[in-house]
């Protein structure tokens, strides 16, 4: 007897349309397989005791237990394994495998970057380094009488430098399904809207031409780009968890024997690529750090290559400056600390792409040493 799958929906096919039934009414009017008819749950009892060749009560509960209530996937690592090497399974799909993970391991830094992948990013949150990239300006020009310049590109130097950066690099706030969708329609080259820019330039790009549209181009392999990065990102952090901890994301299985700290490094080393190095637990971890004392240049680079943001390391360039030399390493003056305290934030909420416990060590050894304190 062939075993029979009861799915969550039914499509019951007529003469002339589709009708969707519930599961519910589907429990009632289970396929007899085995004659090729079909019989209500009532029919069934009134033909088992008859003894015609209907179901027996015995068969009857073997074809009910081969398809229960509910039969959720358990989310292991070696399914989201599959799923990231199988072109075929779209990205929205593997990110709601991952974020079932995530929440049954409790992991918040996995949550929330499931999160922003799959519903995009908000703004003021920083994006990965795999959804920035550069494009190129573009713009129509009018001059006098009726003359024209179209599609001319835009050097950025005729950019005010003020807004300069701003319109150098593209930061893709997008969800994947949105990327994905792009996509489908083959683009070769996609748009940048630049909002008020033209009025800015002016004339400034070329003399008596005035511009009357701006906006800036790059090419659809970025998108494609950007994609198989999240796709192999999630093929590491499985691989990595599931080296570590086989059963992880299975129903039942005792998280208290995971360990918290060791799954945000796994995440953060994966999905981030930080270079700082966490070994063994928090209690009894170090981190390896390159700064040599009153070293600026090696400083900025440590903290870059760990994920701090541009921005942050010229505030803490700043705070040094204004605070001077600490005597010791146990107390920093009152802007590095202050700077210190915010990047801590940061990493708890996730927005310094480094785990908590590693970020408090990389900043203390970072500073030590740059302060010649070790």
């Not at 062939?2 to 499509?11: E, F, K, N, T």
């Not at 981030?272 to 070293?295: F, I, K, Q, R, W």
């Not at 921005?311 to 107390?331: C, F, M």
Request: proline share 5%; charged share 20%; aromatic share 8%.
């Amino acid at each position: 007897m062939r075993a029979l799958h009861r799915p969550s929906i039914v499509r019951w096919k007529g003469s002339a349309s589709t009708y969707v039934l519930p599961a519910a009414f589907y429990e009632n009017h289970l396929e007899h397989v085995d004659s090729g008819t079909s019989m209500g749950a009532s029919s069934r009892r009134d033909h088992a005791a008859a003894g015609s060749p209907g179901l027996s009560a015995p068969a009857l509960n073997r074809r009910r237990a081969a398809a229960p209530d509910r039969a959720p996937a358990p989310e292991r690592c070696e399914e989201i394994q599959s799923a990231a090497v199988e072109g075929k399974t779209d990205l929205g799909t593997i990110l709601r495998k991952c974020k079932v993970l995530a929440a049954r391991l409790g992991n918040q830094p996995l949550e929330q970057w499931v999160l922003w992948e799959s519903n995009g990013y908000p703004a003021g949150i920083e994006v990965p380094d795999y959804r920035s990239w550069p494009f190129e300006l573009k713009g129509h020009f009018s001059g006098a009488f009726g003359s024209a310049l179209n599609y001319a590109p835009i050097p950025s130097v005729c950019v005010p430098e003020k807004y300069r950066k701003s319109w150098e690099t593209f930061e893709c706030r997008d969800s994947v399904v949105r990327l994905e969708e792009t996509l489908k329609s083959d683009p070769i080259m996609l748009k940048v809207t630049t909002g008020n820019l033209s009025v800015l330039l002016g004339q400034k790009v070329d003399q008596g031409m005035n511009c009357i549209q701006a906006w800036g181009e790059f090419g659809s392999g970025q998108l494609v780009e950007a994609l198989n990065v999240v796709r192999n990102r999630i093929l590491d952090f499985s691989l990595a968890m599931w080296k570590e901890y086989p059963q992880a994301g299975e129903l039942g299985q005792q998280t208290e024997k995971i360990n918290p700290s060791h799954i945000t490094q796994i995440f953060q080393t994966s999905v981030y690529g930080g270079s700082a190095t966490l070994m063994g637990h928090t209690e009894n971890s170090s981190v390896s750090v390159n700064v040599l004392s009153n070293d600026r240049a090696s400083l900025e680079r440590a903290l870059l290559e760990n994920g701090v943001s541009d921005r942050d390391v010229r505030e803490l360039i700043s705070a040094v400056s204004q605070d001077g030399h600490p005597t010791n390493s146990e107390k920093f003056g009152p802007k590095v600390s202050s700077w210190m305290g915010k990047m801590m934030q940061k990493a708890a909420e996730g927005s310094w792409k480094i785990g908590l416990e590693v970020g408090g060590k990389v900043l203390s050894e970072v500073l030590t040493k740059y302060y010649g304190l070790s």
